[in-house]
């Protein structure tokens, strides 16, 4: 793939845009858009994914979990 290519800016209604060529369209509908000194910088918009399926994505843990209650007063202690 290009890693450049000559576009043209156009006008659509009081906005300027561009037209993004086939070998570099974003997936989905929604984008980033963001300027770094004169460039401006375009990111696909990734969607949301609920809690359950992050934690599905994330590596399992190996690592032991210490006991820190072990020095706690009972809840029904009446010394609270």
Known sequence: METERH??????????AVRIPREY???GDEAILRREGDHLILEPLRPAQG???VLAAMPPLDDEFP???TDLRALDDPAL
């Open 51 to 53: 809690l359950l399926a």
């Open 67 to 69: 006991d820190i209650d």
């Open 25 to 27: 369209e974003l997936p």
């Open 7 to 16: 576009v043209r800016l156009f006008r659509n209604g009081r906005n300027q």
